[in-house]
């Protein structure tokens, strides 16, 4: 995100077609277009845009991450807008401009597209914690399944016949 305004800075989509199909070019690729993102929250709630409004001198324009902190009483004096490569200390939360938006409850916990599309469809998503494959169900039905195919093999290579 930039610092200060900017006319450039929109999200890129995938271009879908009036039945929600995506819009492919003559070298096969999906077609991209690039839309406003949409506003974030203020505190009690209200909406936050993120690009100035019909009738300001830079309608359209992203505000820039200056202008939204300043917007949320936040001061940014003396802040620079992002450390260097993205690496901001561990457990620090004001070291630069970028870490204290992307602290901001709203930026935090925005929902995934994915969650948003199945809560649209009425279906509720559950993440599971990375790499513990003991709390994920489907896992436990492959332990099963390949146990129970171990000990079927064992029983046709045995010759017995008899599946335990």
């Not at 929250?41 to 902190?69: C, D, V």
């Not at 901001?104 to 494959?133: T, Y």
């Amino acid at each position: 995100m930039p610092m200060g305004p900017s006319e450039k800075f929109f999200a890129e989509v995938s271009e879908c077609d009036a039945a929600g199909k995506p819009v492919y070019k003559a070298n096969g690729k999906v077609s991209k277009v690039k839309v406003q993102m949409g506003p974030a929250m203020f505190a009690n709630g209200e909406p936050q845009p993120l690009y100035f409004p019909i009738g300001h001198p830079q309608a359209g324009w992203f505000k820039g991450i200056k202008n939204i902190l300043h917007e949320r009483d936040i001061s940014t004096e003396g802040k620079k807008l992002e450390c260097k490569s993205f690496k901001c200390l561990p457990d620090a939360t004001d070291c630069c401009m970028r870490r204290i938006l992307f602290n901001e409850p709203d930026f935090a916990n925005v929902e995934s597209i994915l969650q948003s599309q199945c809560r649209d469809m009425g279906v509720q998503v559950v993440f599971l914690p990375k790499f513990h494959c003991e709390l994920n169900p489907i896992e436990q039905c492959w332990g099963y399944s390949k146990c129970h195919e171990e000990v079927t093999m064992a029983a046709r290579l045995s010759g017995s016949g008899r599946i335990l």
